[in-house]
């Protein structure tokens, strides 16, 4: 397999280099050059599986230059929780979120971290890596990049937009993770990153991204949507997915191109919705983001719409016909969390409980609900605006917190970085 930019002026690069390219150099996102059709033979024979041998089969389809056998241990040593599927009534929920911050996304970060290690140490290489986050992305990144060698981090959040358990993760690191807070949103926080990304006075740093922009982030994340297709009972077909950045919902379509049992794909937004918008307009027109009741998708520019649209061939009617995008209000979201807790005595955190409310706003027949964090890390929230108490919580760690607080303005965090690294 080989990558592609999806201008498509650049092509045939390696996995190992796009995975330190923040992008090609014509300045869009890198794209498989295909997707691996899976016949029915091959799709039979992956559903014994378990789930690291699942993933490194189909991992191994994108993957040019490691053997298997490495491979194999690095999602071993990344995937080392399980991923159980749970009935709440006739809703079927993956929870992705057994993880050791707690969020989905500990997947993906976890083998990125450990591909990364791996090619550093082969080539003897270093690098720096600038992250924006609105929550459960850093904190996941902060975690599985702690104290390795060779890697530094900078992480860019919005101030008082993440959770109490997401700013603990956050700023309780190893030190070579540099944590900032910054004075604006996760919008703002992402433009520093871009801004930095381009800024040729910063070339010699070496900065990269581990975001989803980075096709090291984004196709681990194949790896649960292919574990959940295969196990889910065959009459629950639409998958509701709560959205932010587009990575997951990217992943899921690649899966689903690959010949996967995934039907509908719905992906469920907050207040920001600029998705939904585009699905009823056929323009795209990103928008400054606003902080709701579930942060981690407070995202008004999502980083892989045009992954999601080139997988659609650009085509709108194409993207209505597989997908459904619904935004869910923080009250809706909020109404529904005491809900299916007065009714089946299980804890939806804000994000989860987006995907579930958009199933019933829907009507969807028996849907699949992707659980992307534990409401443990949001017990304030929780708390405060649902009236239930959360027990099973233990801070991270009880040391001060270890972080900058900075402006949104680009000279003083360029200066910041040169300082730094």
Request: charged residues 20%.
């Amino acid at each position: 397999m080989r990558y592609n930019s999806i201008s498509g002026s650049v092509k045939g690069v390696s996995f190992s280099d796009t995975l330190f390219t923040n992008l090609a150099s014509d300045d869009s996102l890198f794209i498989p050059e295909s997707i691996p059709a899976l016949n029915l033979d091959e799709m039979i024979s992956l559903r014994g599986l378990s789930l690291v041998d699942l993933g490194t089969t189909i991992m191994s389809y994108f993957l040019d230059d490691i053997n298997r056998s490495k491979l194999k241990k690095i999602i071993s040593e990344s995937i080392n929780f399980p991923i159980p599927m749970r009935f709440v009534d006739s809703y079927l929920l993956a929870e992705l979120f057994h993880g050791p911050t707690l969020s989905f996304k500990d997947i993906a970060a976890r083998v990125l971290s450990r591909l990364m290690s791996y090619y550093l140490s082969r080539d003897n290489q270093k690098v720096n890596i600038l992250v924006a986050t609105s929550g459960d992305t850093g904190g996941a990144i902060a975690h599985a990049f702690s104290s390795i060698k060779n890697i530094n981090v900078i992480i860019l959040f919005p101030k008082g937009r993440v959770s109490d358990m997401q700013f603990e993760q956050l700023t309780n690191v190893g030190e070579n993770v540099h944590s900032m807070e910054v004075d604006g949103s996760f919008d703002d926080c992402q433009s520093l990153a871009k801004h930095a990304f381009n800024d040729s006075r910063l070339h010699n740093l070496s900065l990269m991204s581990a975001n989803s922009i980075n096709i090291g982030r984004l196709l681990p994340q194949i790896i649960y949507h292919a574990y959940v297709s295969l196990h889910k009972p065959a009459d629950y077909n639409t998958h509701v997915i709560p959205s932010g950045n587009l990575g997951n919902a990217t992943a899921c379509l690649i899966v689903k191109l690959m010949g996967f049992p995934i039907g509908k794909i719905v992906l469920s937004v907050n207040g920001n919705d600029t998705m939904a918008k585009y699905m009823i307009t056929g323009i795209y027109t990103p928008r400054k983001s606003k902080k709701t009741f579930s942060t981690a998708m407070d995202v008004g520019n999502p980083n892989n719409f045009p992954r999601f649209s080139y997988l659609n061939d650009h085509n709108f009617m194409k993207i209505k016909n597989t997908t459904k995008v619904i935004s869910v209000s923080d009250s809706q979201c909020i109404a529904t969390i005491k809900d299916v807790y007065k009714k089946y005595g299980y804890i939806l955190d804000p994000h989860t409980s987006v995907a579930w409310s958009a199933a019933k706003t829907l009507k969807i027949k028996n849907p699949v609900i992707y659980a992307t964090a534990s409401p443990n890390k949001f017990i304030q929230e929780i708390s405060n605006q649902c009236e239930i108490n959360i027990k099973n919580y233990n801070k991270i760690n009880k040391s001060k917190p270890r972080y900058k607080s900075i402006g949104n303005t680009y000279d003083i965090f360029s200066k910041l970085l040169l300082e730094l690294l």
